[in-house]
């Protein structure tokens, strides 16, 4: 039986005293749970939540990372300093980051590698906005994401990438894609990375749905052949919510 990803991505919310609590609770809601588990929160948590989830099965995510290994760059947090803290996951090109931070595929690229040189594994986000899907260019702004997203990136690291497909229009609206259109960009994730890697690499490739995934939609979004996990954000701050999602079968 096929073992699920499900991630949380927290955002920009909780303080470290917030983040410990729903780190603890989820760490005990979650701890029969048999699916991949990752939660993120924000860097200024990640050493709290690091102590809070230690020696359980959940892992420990991170929302973003800099481009470079360490130096001047003012703001930036580094792989290193993740790795140190016990960062097992990055999530990499959110549309956050790259709508609302103009970051950019090349600069995506470059994160993903460093990464992966680093033995982190990584989340890397696509998709598309509605104003693209619309005018049918989603294909297109999707096989170009994943494409330049992951140039350079060697055969035998892709075990460690995970690809999450969030349509930008599903992000915190409410509006979830059917199961069944999430499902064919699945499979178009899965036909680009079977052109760049081979059939097998792309059968094997886990691919997370993220965009207002809760409790009473996850079960008919998992059940499709080509959705793996899910990524989710809002529904990821509660236990409530986080751990019947986890627990969706
Ligand atoms: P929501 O679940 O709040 O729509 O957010 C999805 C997301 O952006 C996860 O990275």
Known sequence: MRKYFIAGNWKMHKTVAESVTL???????????????????????LSA???????????????????????????????????????K???????????????DDALVNRKVRLALSHGLETILCVGETLEE??????????????REGLAGVAPGLLDRVTIAYEPVWAIGTGKTATPED???????????????????????????YGGSVKPDNVAQLMAKDNIDG????????????????AKFR
């Open 230 to 245: 899910a990524l989710v954000g809002g529904a990821s701050l509660k236990p409530e919510t986080f751990v019947p999602i």
């Open 182 to 208: 999430a499902d064919a960009v699945h499979a178009f994730i899965r036909t680009v990375i079977a052109g760049l890697y081979g059939p097998e690499s792309a059968k094997k490739l886990c691919i997370q």
């Open 133 to 146: 899907r619309e005018g049918g260019r989603l294909e297109a702004i999707v096989g170009t994401q994943i």
């Open 89 to 103: 996951v990055v999530i990499l090109g959110h549309s956050e980051r790259r709508h609302a931070y103009g970051e």
């Open 49 to 87: 939540v690091a102590d809070a989830i230690k020696g359980g099965s959940i892992l420990l995510g991170a929302q973003n990372m800099g481009p470079e290994e360490q130096g001047a760059h003012t703001g930036e947090v580094s792989v290193l300093m993740l790795k140190d803290l016990g960062v």
């Open 23 to 45: 780190a603890k609770d989820l760490a005990s809601g979650l701890k029969d749970c048999g699916e991949k588990i990752m939660i993120a929160p924000a860097f200024t948590a």
